[in-house]
């Protein structure tokens, strides 16, 4: 660290942010090494056309998954981790994980080593974006999804091996009745599912929070808690709890529905259930503005509702511990890995998502032109191929053409 590169700090509860930030990245694995460098460039420019040489990013690398893999032989150095904790807040591109064995998510440890409770994934629509829906501007929400706890806590009993059959036993003894119920006890993998009310209070919390900060008017607990009473249909629950606790709302129509006020602004708490709710964001979008829910239906919901307004190529996320400060920001997609090195991909996810740390740094301006250089690049039709394949007298760019297409256009 060189003398003017300083470290982000948090002070009762409030960001200090240096001039010469150092902010840690992670390339990320498959098409982290075409939209990473992309995204850069744009931030560079955004950085620099806003203060002129007077604040700028000072980017420090940190490796997760293969890359590291490859230097280390380690997936997820304790390095890496250090780094986030010490400088706070930081940006990562997709991390590859396999499906059925071999490592457990990297993105999932990372929020969870570093408990980063909020993943917040804002979906809006952006003027000229090709979209399956034929009014995709009333599409305009924030998903707040629990990070740290649900089906994603990793606790899983593999079919046919001595733990599952040792789980299973457990089960039989302690929970005849409960176990009664599994079909086919010898032949079924295990999985647990663990929501609590401190879990689901902060995230709750973090919704309503939100709400009142931006003056929108509702918070809406999205949950299946008919099938998962003490889970899913705690959290609705304890969503509702906090409502009430933490903000003083009351009865809305007779409730369960609250309603809180807060200098005059008003935010009703509502709650439906995730089936549902995946019919009513194609029916009836504007019906809805913050959600808060779990994190399995958080991720179902998120590529959902980022297909409505142009795809996940533009769907931009963030990993927040509203108390201790710390954040990564990262893309809602993966790492497509049938494109990767190809130069291809949109890096419009990551690079709103760069925007968003922007704003959490206070750097407005800087999200500003970001968001007006990729409003103007998609008003241009110069697009890359997911929206060049949806759109009409489109001209094609690569990815990294994209990157300097908005810096052109800020
Ligand atoms: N936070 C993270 O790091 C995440 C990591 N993953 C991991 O990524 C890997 C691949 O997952 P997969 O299910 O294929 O999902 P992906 O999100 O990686 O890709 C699915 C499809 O989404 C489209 N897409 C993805 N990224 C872009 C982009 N930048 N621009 C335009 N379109 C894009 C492509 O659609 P099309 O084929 O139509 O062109 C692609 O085939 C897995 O290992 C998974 O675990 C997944 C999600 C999040
Ligand atoms: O960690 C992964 O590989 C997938 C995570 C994911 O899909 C998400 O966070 O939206
Ligand atoms: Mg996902």
Redesign the pocket.
């Known amino acids: 660290m060189t003398m003017s590169e300083q470290k982000i700090t948090i002070s009762n509860g409030q960001l200090n942010v240096p001039d010469h930030p150092v902010v840690p990245f992670i390339e990320?694995?498959?098409?982290g090494v075409d939209?990473w460098p992309a995204a850069k460039t744009v931030f560079d420019a955004a950085v620099e056309k806003a203060y002129n040489g007077a604040k700028k990013i000072a980017w420090k690398e940190v490796y997760a998954g293969e890359k590291a893999f490859n230097k280390t032989g380690d997936w997820l150095p304790q390095e890496t981790l250090d780094a986030f904790n010490e400088y706070l807040v930081g940006i990562?591109?997709?991390?590859?994980?396999?499906?059925g064995g071999g490592i457990r998510?990297l993105?999932v440890a990372l929020r969870q080593k570093l408990d980063l409770y909020a993943c917040v994934r804002p979906v809006r629509w952006f003027q000229g974006t090709p979209s399956p829906v034929t009014e995709p501007g009333k599409t305009d929400m924030v998903i707040f999804r629990e990070n740290t706890e649900d089906i994603y806590a990793g606790i899983e009993f593999q079919e046919g091996t001595d733990d599952a059959k040792q789980f299973a036993s457990l089960l039989q003894s302690n929970f005849p009745d409960r176990f009664s119920k599994v079909r086919f006890p010898q032949t079924a993998g295990y999985g647990i599912k663990p929501v609590s009310e401190e879990g689901t209070g902060r995230i709750v919390k973090s919704a309503i929070d939100y709400a009142f900060q931006q003056k929108r008017d509702s918070v809406t607990l999205v949950h299946k808690g008919n099938i998962m009473k003490f889970t899913e249909g705690a959290f609705r629950d304890w969503g509702y709890e906090v409502a009430q606790k933490q903000f003083g709302a009351t009865d809305y129509e007779g409730g369960p529905w609250q309603i809180a006020e807060k200098d005059g602004h008003k935010v009703i708490i509502k709650d439906v259930i995730a089936d549902a709710f995946l019919q009513q964001i194609l029916l009836r979008p504007a019906e809805y503005s913050v959600i808060a829910t779990l994190n399995l239906n958080g991720d179902y919901v998120s590529?959902a509702l980022a297909a409505i307004v142009g795809?996940?190529?533009i769907a931009p996320g963030a990993n927040i511990n509203y108390v201790t400060g710390n954040a990564i920001f990262?893309?809602?997609?993966?790492?497509?890995?049938?494109?990767a090195g190809q130069d291809k991909?949109?890096?419009?996810?990551v690079i709103l998502s760069g925007a968003m740390m922007f704003e959490y740094f206070g750097w407005q301006e800087v999200a500003d032109l970001i968001y007006k250089g990729l409003e103007s690049a998609i008003a241009s039709k110069k697009v890359?191929?997911?929206f060049h394949r949806l759109m009409e007298g489109a001209t094609l760019l690569k990815c990294s053409e994209f990157g300097d297409e908005i810096v052109r256009n800020m």
């Open positions: 990320g694995d498959g098409t939209i990562k591109g997709p991390l590859t994980t396999p499906v998510s993105n590529d795809g996940i190529g990262e893309a809602t997609h993966g790492t497509a890995p049938k494109y991909v949109n890096p419009g996810s890359t191929y997911d």
